[in-house]
């Protein structure tokens, strides 16, 4: 069955250090995001990508990097940057850039600083 | 610009009961509208999506929703609830045809059911 697969589910990073978060897609869709979701909010806009070898940042950049080097595979580090980044964070996917058609999200990674 | 308010945090009903989630926008272009639900510790799923054609859209489990111009609304309605219904629901507006970049998601509500 075609769809999002992240991992791991739940990962704990010390203070300093860099993590990444990974998610593969084969349902062929162009275009990939990065969420991340607090208690209590929406969903942030962290990173996306339209196609191979681009990405551009979301509101909530700052600390955060990615890559997009294969259609299928669009991971996310975060950084010792990122001053507060204990959150649940989901991956998505579109066949496209606009909107029309809805998002395929992810299972989620749970990320805790300790 | 757009934004989108989800009037209630936390909604609770009880089971075979009505449930009804509400959902206000604002949207300077025709807007595309979604409802998504997730339960604990997973991803969101698409329940349905309203992007120019029925007003009335029908979705996965039982859920509608019903696009009204007027009122700028987009409320979640399900006739009877089912224990399984208890999740998290997040209203979703964009504007038609506009950069995927640009979808702005409602803080959600949280739907609990009584037995």
């Known amino acids: 069955d075609g769809g999002i697969t992240q991992s791991p589910k739940y990962l704990f990073r010390k203070e300093g250090q860099n993590v990444t978060l990974s998610c593969e897609q084969n349902?062929?869709?162009?275009?990939m995001y990065w969420y991340r979701q607090d208690p209590g909010q929406g969903l942030r806009l962290i990173y996306y990508?339209?196609?191979?070898?681009?990405?551009q940042k979301g509101d909530i950049a700052e600390g955060y990097s990615v890559s997009r080097e294969k259609k299928e595979s669009f991971p996310l580090t975060v950084t010792s940057a990122q001053k507060n980044p204990t959150a649940f964070y989901l991956c998505?996917?579109?066949?496209?850039?606009?909107?029309?058609?809805?998002?395929?999200f992810g299972s989620g990674t749970r990320l805790t600083v300790v | 610009a757009q934004s989108v308010t989800q009037l209630d945090s936390h909604v609770s009903v009880s089971e075979g009961t009505p449930v009804l989630l509400r959902c206000n926008y604002s949207s300077s272009y025709s807007p595309s509208l979604f409802w998504y639900v997730q339960h604990p510790n997973k991803g969101l799923q698409l329940l349905l999506k309203y992007t120019s054609a029925a007003t009335l859209v029908k979705g996965i489990n039982g859920f509608e929703a019903e696009f009204k111009k007027s009122e700028t609304s987009f409320h979640l309605t399900k006739p009877s609830a089912h224990m399984s219904d208890a999740a998290e629901y997040f209203c979703?507006?964009?504007?038609?045809?506009?950069?995927?970049?640009?979808?702005?998601f409602g803080s959600g509500t949280r739907l609990s059911i009584r037995p």
């Open positions: 979703v507006v964009t504007a038609r045809y506009s950069s995927a970049s640009k979808i702005i």
């Open positions: 349902l062929n869709h162009d275009a």
């Open positions: 998505a996917s579109s066949t496209t850039f606009t909107t029309n058609y809805g998002y395929t």
């Open positions: 990508s339209q196609i191979v070898n681009d990405f």
